[in-house]
């Protein structure tokens, strides 16, 4: 359980170790040195011997090992926790069939205080439990017990487990490259990942376009998918580049730098010259394919960085109408990429189903992100007329799809049917990208890059794209306008009027909560922490609509 054997023995030709093993034995010691002051005893520092910190190195073995990361309410980290082996030892694979939460106490009253669901109760009777179950642990945990030993683990499942069949979770981020997660895994457990998704051969389509980079010879504008022209040397640094400007953005703040440089990247690439020089004439420029999990990073932080920037600009005079204005471009261009970071792995989750949870938050983020928009007050400075008051939405129901219906349907349901996964996701896409036809244009502003986006949600249009040097030459055709102040009725140009337009963010928002709300029920549950979140969204203070312009 430790895995101390492993993380001790180390080979001369693998300088990672080296620093697994000095973190290891230098906390070994200190350990050794808090508890022998604690006891009042003299610690031997010049001691050697190896078995003079084994136990405290098993103690952090056993929490390299087995430790998972807590997330609070609001899905911030609060820390570490190791939990026994009904959970520790459940295998890993990327392409789980399990998932996992925290829940934190106090428990709700007549819910068990089971860590992990059963499936089934002795002699085959359905489990009363909340949600579907993947582990037959049955000792309940008293008050004080869960106050002692901190959060709940719940596990559930997000595929079909059949009798006999592994439960499986993922130790690493399933929306990496398969050579990162397998990197990863040496790195912290010391073993490689041999599932379904590993082993295929040819890789699957997933881990093909997430490390998929483009190569355009700019002397005859040919698209080149060969492994050759420095793609290693490209990724190297493009994940140099990319990682730098996250990590100065979440150090040092400035989110204008920050959304300067990664679109800079993102639309322009890496020219073969900024690599190391060949022998060569033809140049060639290296562009991320948009599916591209460095691609999925940028669009996370810069979805981030316009917000605060809006932010930015409205602490510093709230009052200014050209301020005001602004900002909202700047919240228009956050929603946008929430949106497309959304699409985009959404065409992943389709083609592996264990990518649930990061889409249902995902498809959240975007939803609260188009309804907060929405909300805005700079409405109210259009000149296309008068917008409406809006009363608080319970309105929502004018979503046409089966949306609606399961949000209905299970909101007082105890069990999430899996079977429905596909005709309500099908669905589900025929609205959203119908309706994101009608406003994507209006959302992307004048960016640079979301210009080269045709479509966030379909990428069909990529595959018509015979080379990446037309994609990148190729704007939305509804965007040449560039997009105007909010006081010239932007919306006309789709034949309506601001409060049409405004109504037509409103209703993707709301089916892109309800969407992230089924998801986040098929891994957690109707009564998860999401799910209520996704229901103060809908309902709380200041979800507004017109109730008769939505007819």
């Known amino acids: 359980m430790s895995n101390r054997e492993k993380l001790m023995s180390i080979s001369d030709d693998e300088e990672e170790n080296d620093s697994i093993l000095e973190r290891i034995t230098e906390g070994a010691k200190a350990m050794k040195v808090a508890r022998r002051m604690r006891d009042g005893v003299v610690l031997d520092l010049g001691c050697e011997q190896e078995e003079y910190f084994a136990e405290e190195e098993v103690v952090l073995c056993v929490v390299l090992t087995n430790a998972v990361e807590v997330q609070g309410k609001n899905g911030r980290y609060i820390g570490i926790a190791v939990y026994d082996t009904n959970f520790s030892w459940i295998n890993h694979s990327c392409s789980p069939n399990a998932c996992f939460q925290f829940c934190m106490p106090p428990w709700a009253g007549g819910e068990s205080r089971l860590r992990i669901f059963p499936a089934a109760m002795a002699g085959g009777g359905k489990s009363e439990l909340n949600g579907d179950s993947v582990c037959n642990y049955k000792r309940e945990m008293t008050s004080k017990e869960c106050e002692r030993h901190g959060p709940r683990l719940v596990v559930r499942s997000i595929k079909t487990i ?3 069949e592994v439960v499986s979770i993922a130790y690493t981020d399933l929306l990496h490259p398969k050579v990162m997660r397998h990197s990863e895994l040496w790195f912290k457990y010391r073993f490689i990942c041999y599932c379904r998704r590993c082993s295929a051969l040819p890789p699957m389509y997933v881990d093909r376009v997430l490390k998929e980079i483009f190569a355009v010879n700019l002397d005859c504008t040919n698209l080149c998918s060969d492994h050759n022209f420095y793609r290693e040397e490209a990724v190297k640094m493009f994940t140099e580049c990319i990682d730098d400007t996250i990590t100065e953005y979440l150090s040092f703040g400035n989110p204008r730098s920050c959304c300067e440089r990664l679109e800079n990247m993102l639309t322009h690439g890496l020219l073969d010259e900024q690599l190391e020089p060949k022998k060569e004439t033809s140049q060639y420029k290296f562009k991320l394919h948009p599916l591209h999990y460095l691609s999925l990073n940028a669009y996370t ?18 009052e200014s109408k050209e301020h005001q204005v602004e900002a909202f471009c700047m919240s228009r261009i956050s929603a946008a990429y929430s949106l497309l970071l959304a699409g985009a792995t959404q065409n992943l989750f389709l083609l592996e189903s264990s990518l649930v949870s990061s889409v249902a938050n995902f498809w959240t983020s975007a939803g609260e992100s188009l309804l907060d928009l929405a909300k805005s007050s700079v409405w109210r400075l259009s000149n296309c007329g008068p917008t409406s008051e809006y009363p608080y939405v319970s309105n929502y129901k004018y979503c046409k799809c089966a949306l609606m219906d399961f949000w209905e349907a299970n909101s007082c349901s105890n069990q999430i049917q899996n079977s429905e996964l596909d005709d309500i996701s099908k669905e589900f896409l025929y609205c959203v990208t119908t309706i994101t036809a009608t406003i994507w244009s209006f959302l992307i502003h004048e960016n640079c890059y979301l210009k080269l986006i045709a479509d966030p949600i379909d990428f069909r249009w990529l595959e018509a794209a015979k080379n990446f040097e037309t994609f990148n030459s190729t704007t939305h055709s509804g965007s040449a306008e560039g997009a105007r102040n909010v006081s010239r009725c932007e919306a006309q140009r789709y034949g309506a009027d601001a409060n049409q337009e405004r109504i037509i963010l409103f209703r993707l928002g709301v089916h892109c ?21 996704i229901q103060n969204l809908l309902h709380g203070e200041g979800n507004i609509i017109d109730a008769e312009s939505i007819t």
């Open 301 to 318: 932080t810069l979805a981030s960085a316009y917000k605060i920037r809006g932010s930015d600009l409205l602490a510093l005079n709230p």
């Open 513 to 533: 909560l309800l969407y992230g709300g089924y998801l986040s029920s098929v891994c957690y549950g109707n009564k998860s922490q999401l799910n209520n979140y």
């Open 162 to 164: 059949k009798k006999g």
